[in-house]
Each structure stands twice: as C-alpha cells, then as structure tokens.
C-alpha cells in the first residue's frame, strides 16, 4: 500500500483545514475509531510477522506525522482567531466612561472627623470603649452606686440571661452604654496601669450609645463626644476656654458666647451645663452671639464639669494629686445645627435620598481651614 500517497493527502487536507470544525472532522475521519489510519493499524493483526515487522513502523510513522500536524494547525488557527480577536476588541479610551453611583459621608460621621481633628489640634488623643459596657464601668465607677436615683434616668437596655433575669458576667450586669462617659474610666485604668498615676491625659471619645427613648428629638441609639482632660491644677476655666475654642473651630465663628449653669451629674462636682447663644435666620437657629440680645436666645448643648474625686479614684489615679475636666456633648444635635437638618429619625432611616442631599463627598478637603491655636 502506498502510505507515502495517503499521508500527504491527509497532511495536505489538514493544512488546507480552514477552521477548528474542519480540523475536528479530519481528526475523526483520519484517527477516529473508525478512522481511515485507525483501519490501517487495525490490518497490522493480520499480517505476518516479517510483514508486520516491515509495515509496522510505516503506519506507526504515518499516524504521528498526522498527529503532529493536526496539533500544529489546531494551535496555529488558535493563534489567528486570538490575534483577529485582539485587533477586533480594542477598547475605546475616548469615550467619557459609565456614571457611578457614588457614595457619600454621613453627615454624623462627617461631624465626628471634624471633632477629632479640631481636638487633635488641642493636643486631645482619640480613645474608645465597648458598646457592650458592664454596669460597673457605666455606673458604679462613675459615682453611680447601685440604686442611686440617677440609674434609672437613663433607661437602659439590660441584657437579659436565659431565665429573663439580668444578665451578670462576672458579677456585673451587662447593658448598651447609655453614654461614653464609662471610656473616662477605662482611659483613666489604662493610662494608671501602665504607669501608676500616669497622667496627664487628654481625651476624646466618639461614639454610639443607647437609651430607651424614641421621639421626634429622641432615637433609641445616638452619638456623643465624651472629653476628658486630667492634670494637675486643672480648673473650671480650662473647662470653659477649651469649649469656648472648640465650638468657634467647630461653627467657623469667632463670636460664642457660653453660659455656664450649675447642675448635677454624679461623676462631676462641680457640675455645669453649658448653654450657647443662638439668633434666627431663615427660620433656623443659628449659634453665636449673646442669648440675651434681642430676639436671641439660649440654648443647651451640653454635659460638664470638674471630675468627682471618687471618679479619679475609680480610674486608679490620686484624686489629690490630679484634677480634671470632663464633657458629654449630642453628636447627632451638632450636626443638626451646623448643617441645618430638622429631623433627629432621618439621621437613621438609611434613606439614600436623605444622604444623598446631607452627605458629603468622601475626598472633599475637611471644611476646617486651619487650626484653632495653642494646645492647652
Ligand atoms: N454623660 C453625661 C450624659 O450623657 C454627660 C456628661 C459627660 C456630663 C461628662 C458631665 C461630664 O448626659
């Protein structure tokens, strides 16, 4: 049989082979079980053996060559349809791309940023505390012993245990904290453990707390800044400059004026609310000036006062070596002023409609232009 004859028609067909199809049919036809190459081999069996020892080889010869060929053409088809690909799905680098929904900073986060940088600017570091709180960091150790009356104006949420009691983990009561006050003690033991009677400290601390509360003005979760400043000699005045300087970076305005109140919180002696003056514009309160000009008013803003000596000492420090000033101030309430928004629950509908009128862009520069002085 002349297999020279059959291999270059067969090598001839493959490389004249115009597509991966073709290239498949010609594999079939050629080394399919029924393949003409597959018959050849087939008549190997029948032969004699000093035939078989002369053929053998040939057709052996013969199915490589083909193998080989039909692998080559596969790959080299394979390499045009990816080169006509390439030419074909050039991208368009002119055309203006997709819009993107963008997203935007809440405008609590957005106060909160501004808080901190104006703090950092007063030399105040930023601390945190667990949401999850004891009853001993959020009470007992701020001068709340249990059954003191003040324990129940805060309506908190208990973690109840499997029988409905309260929940006790390790002998205290877990709760939501019901403000960031318990991070004065947790900064306090962390600062005096590590270096007994380690002050001076000067701290901020943002975040969420808890209250079973909900109204217009009222949402069962809001945000506070907690302040705390520990040092020696520290006094009233220091409280007062450093709200003062605070609130004017914070409004971009050089007139507020504050008027201190007395009050009471257990974990501060003496205890101050502190009231800001307010005009009307457009039928918005707008902070600045005196309260008691004409058509002015006063309002409150926030919790203070000189750190109780039995909170200077729940923290492991010498309350007769170290004094302090301490704030709690509405997050959510500063905004609302600073930004204009009327309605606390919006703040936590998750409307993106809302957000997307009171957001801000994510890479905007901070509003603040610069800094707000000396350090303390
Ligand atoms: N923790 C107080 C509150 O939530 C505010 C406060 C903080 C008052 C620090 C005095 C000192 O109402």
Redesign the pocket.
């Known amino acids: 049989m002349d297999y020279e004859a059959t291999g270059s028609a067969a090598l001839a067909a493959i490389a004249a082979a115009p597509d991966l199809a073709a290239i498949e049919a010609l594999r079939v036809a050629l080394l399919g079980k029924k393949g003409s190459i597959s018959a050849l081999l087939k008549t190997l069996g029948a032969m004699d053996a000093e035939q078989r020892h002369s053929q053998g080889p040939r057709i052996h010869a013969l199915r490589e060559a083909v193998t080989e060929a039909l692998g080559a053409r596969k790959a080299a088809l394979d390499a045009a349809a990816l080169a006509a690909r390439l030419a074909r799905e050039s991208v368009d680098l002119t055309l203006p791309a997709p819009e993107r929904a963008g997203g935007s900073v809440h405008p609590v986060s957005q106060v909160m940023d501004e808080l901190a940088e104006i703090f950092a600017d007063l030399g105040f570091s930023v601390a945190t505390g667990p949401e999850i709180e004891d009853d001993w960091h959020n009470f007992t150790a701020l001068n709340m012993p249990e059954s003191h009356p003040a324990r129940a104006m805060h309506d908190t949420f208990y973690f109840p245990d499997r029988d409905g009691a309260k929940n006790d983990e390790g002998g205290r009561e877990m709760l939501l904290r019901t ?3 318990p991070v004065q003690i947790r900064t306090m033991l962390a600062v005096s453990a590590k270096e007994p009677g380690g002050a001076p400290l000067r701290v901020i601390a943002p975040g969420r707390v808890y209250r079973s509360d909900s109204d217009a003005t009222h949402t069962p979760m809001f945000h ?1 800044i ?1 302040g705390l400043v520990i040092d020696r000699g520290i006094h009233l005045g220091h409280l007062k400059w450093t709200l003062k300087t605070f609130l004017a970076a914070f409004f971009e305005r050089e007139d507020i004026v504050l008027r201190l109140r007395p009050s009471y ?1 257990p ?2 002696e003496p ?1 101050v609310e502190v009231d800001t003056g307010y005009s009307w514009q457009d039928g918005r309160r707008v902070v600045g000036g005196s309260g008691d000009a004409p058509g002015h008013g006063w309002m409150e803003l926030l ?3 000189m750190v109780h000596r039995k909170v200077i000492a729940a923290g492991g420090l010498d309350p007769d070596q170290w004094q302090g000033f ?3 101030v509405g997050v959510d309430r500063l905004a609302m002023l600073k930004y204009g928004m009327s309605d606390l629950r919006a703040f936590f509908d998750g409307d993106v409609r809302w957000l997307a009128h009171y957001g801000f862009a994510a890479l905007d520069v901070p509003t603040l232009s610069g800094g707000v002085g000396t350090p303390l």
Do not use: K
Request: no cysteine; net charge negative.
């Open positions: 403000h960031t006050s506070q907690e919180f974990f501060t205890s919790g203070s006062g301490a704030f709690g």
